[in-house]
């Protein structure tokens, strides 16, 4: 007799994507149909399914995507690549049994045992990294296809077509670049450095890629779900293992299985209002440690968030020998949903491997004075046999060809373009050689004093010298005449430690109160003050040198030396002897020097290098410091006054989880001397329907002169707090808003009598208010911003002041602002 003819055994190998990014997915469930017999596809997308049992189907699920089939042949080894696609209909439920949810047990362990397997435990680590990054434009509709400049590059989206995949949907790349870095971290005081050693780079519009490179190192694609909560393109998003995990999310104990080599838990999770900012997902926790394995969450279009249609982010951690758990692998991708019907979307693909940990070997504080650094010859070396031995996983075919149709789009037309006017709409400059012509921003302006003003400039550029920039601008007003100039010269002396000496020349025309030196960052402040009706104008001649060096990390000293003109074009005089008014002769001019001492310091504040500046990203946690002393120095260059003035301020951003975020500007200052009130605080009123976060929305221009105030601006955005539990109000995504602006502040007797009755001409000057020291002015506000995604209306009240002539007590104001 014979035995039984074992049946051949079946392997089938392959890959799961996302119908529409083409990114992998991880984590889904690959069985034989009618069988047991499954596996789960690793970090990567792929799997392998072997049996000996007779099957002629493969099914493929996972949660949030339409279960998929595919016919196999039995009893051979074959490749079935599978294209899955989001099932957005489908609805997250909850079945309620007796008892409590098992889920809840092992939450309570995950949140115990967070001090033993968060990474922060650690004093120190280290490891090297490869980032890869992809953005392309995706949902190519039919009436995208049908405009007259997508047409004339019909070509590359004929090849699109052809690798997007049997199942999948076309997408037009526009940028792909590739990484290696080494990444160190300490603690106490907490400290990170990035060396970018080599980086590639392929995009539409990238020429030089020194600022990409910064910014898409591995330094912004790290999350810690371990946090309470998450940041995420300036939102905070809670973490599904949050200390207070179950007031905003729902749990399923869906499995228990060995992921490699740790048994594991699955949880189902979703928020519990769809608005909040919250993920829906499922992550796998370690039995014996009640560690984070693996995590795979998204964040959906019902989310109180502006433009975008998805947010997916994927990651796999390994435990240390100190028991902490690193990410060795991290996904993210945001879907920018389409703004109108005819236009496409956006997809941003980022992709992190870690490995070669070091664990506990902390290196010295001075080691983490810059916190991204890029190699010289980081991108020396862009041919593909050099990155095939650097890449820790090799790129799929679908990358190989990106490359080569983002070469195609460079050299269309066209494309050149419009990339063109994109850069100059965002840069504010047009690079032309070794120059950059601009800013646009003031181009041009309309005023009562000027009439119609023009004002082109430049400024050199990394091509011409990566130390020295010069650049000016030349302007004329076609009413009063006059030219306006401002030249200068820039030696960058250290890039490691952020260190520039630089020497203006200027002459032109300002407002009174406009303080160029708390205003020098605001551009937009500084070129809308050009416009409009200039009551307390005047011309002014300037010189300045300043000297700025970063001492240690986050702190910053600035030396500068001032001299300027004073020449007004309103009603102006003042006594030129405070202490004898009665033999003091009546002036309207006037010239100071002054001496400026400014310290810095912003703990945890990020800076990227932008050709030939360095552009701040702002803070994370720590407020913005800044001290600045003013000595006015009489007699030098026929200076008029000797005077000292001493201001501080600070800027904080508070986050305040479900409640949303608060920004706080406190400041404080005060002159020693007696001077005229051009030299004092005019505080900035406003009464247009428009509302500005830099001004007192209910003062009246000019209005309070103090020679010392203390100032509180605050802002409280409030996200979908209230609003999202409010039925009718969840789909318009509204947000409210709250604002409060007080002031303390007076002026001395002294500085009220130092202003002359009249002008040389026998007209009356223009007088000024002042505030009670006692009494303080008080504005508070409440409001709706995200009306239509752009649109914000604030209800403001003032609550003090109320006799002073001509005021608003009351008042709608309109703004507009882009916000996620």
Known sequence: MTGPVLAQETIVRGKITDVNSGDPIPYVNVIFQGTTIGVTSDFDGNYELRSNTPADTVVVSYIGYKVKKRFIIKGTTQVVNFQIEEDITKLQEIVFVAGENPAFDILRKVVRNKNKNDKRKLTAYEYDTYTKIEIDVDNLSDKFRQRKVVKKITQVLDSIERIAGEDGKPILPLFITESVSKVYYRDNPSLKFENILRSKINGVGVE?????????GSSFQEYNFYQNWLNILAKDFVSPIADGWRLYYEY????????GDDYCYRLDFFPKSPQDLAFTGSMWITRDEFALKQIDVSIGKQANLNFIEKIKIQQELEPTAEGAWLP??????????????????????????????????????SFYETPIVMAEDARANEEED?????????????????????????NIPVVKTYTDIFKLIVGGYHPVGKLDVGPYISLFAVNNIEGLRIQPGFKTNEKFSGKWVFG?????????????????????????????????????????????????????????????????????????????RELFKGFQQRVAFRYSTFEPTFNFAYYDRPDDIANSQIRENFETAELILESRYARDELFIQSDNERLSLGTVRWPVITIRYTR??????????????????????????????GYMNLTAEKVFATLPYPLMALHLGNESPFYTSVTYNLMNYGE?????????????????????????????????????????????????????????????????????????????????????????????????????????????????????
């Open 252 to 259: 399923d104990l869906m499995d228990s299985l060995y992921v």
């Open 632 to 661: 006015g120095l009489k007699g030098v260059l026929n200076s008029n006054f000797e005077y000292d003035k001493l201001r501080l301020s600070v800027y904080r951003r508070l986050r305040f989880g479900p409640l949303g975020a």
């Open 386 to 410: 050099s990155w095939d031995s650097l890449r820790h996983e090799p790129l799929t075919p679908t990358e190989k060809n990106v490359y080569k149709m983002i070469d195609t789009l460079q």
């Open 208 to 216: 030089d890629g020194t600022t990409v490179t910064q910014l898409v």
């Open 472 to 548: 000016g601008q030349l302007g004329y007003g076609f009413k009063d005449e006059r030219i306006k100039y401002m030249a200068f010269v820039q030696n960058i002396m250290s890039r490691r430690r952020w260190t520039t000496l630089t020497v203006r020349a200027r002459s032109d025309i300002s407002r009174v109160g406009i303080d160029d030196e708390s205003a020098a960052d605001n551009f937009l402040l500084l070129a809308s003050q050009r416009f409009g009706v200039f009551r307390t104008g005047y011309y002014f001649n300037e010189g300045r040198i300043d000297f700025r």
């Open 704 to 820: 309070f002169i103090s020679d010392q105030f203390a100032s509180l601006k605050y802002e409280h955005h409030f996200e979908g707090f209230l609003l999202n539990k409010i039925p009718l109000m969840r789909k318009l995504k509204w947000r409210l808003v709250g604002t409060a602006n007080v002031i303390y502040g007076s002026l001395s007797q002294k500085n009220k009598d130092i202003i002359a009755p009249i002008t040389l001409e026998g007209e009356p000057t223009r007088t000024f208010g002042y505030f009670d020291p006692n009494r303080p002015y008080v504005e508070l506000g409440y409001g709706v911003e995200n009306i239509f995604k752009f649109f914000r209306v604030d209800f403001v009240h003032r609550l003090s002041y109320l006799g002073n002539p001509d005021i608003r007590k009351f008042a709608v104001l309109f703004s507009f602002q882009f916000t996620l």
């Open 328 to 365: 060795v692998k991290n996904r993210v991708l945001i879907d920018v949903s389409e703004v109108t019907g005819t236009s496409a979307g956006m997809l941003a693909k980022f992709y992190t491997s870690n490995k070669n940990f070091v664990i506990n070997k902390p290196r010295p504080l």
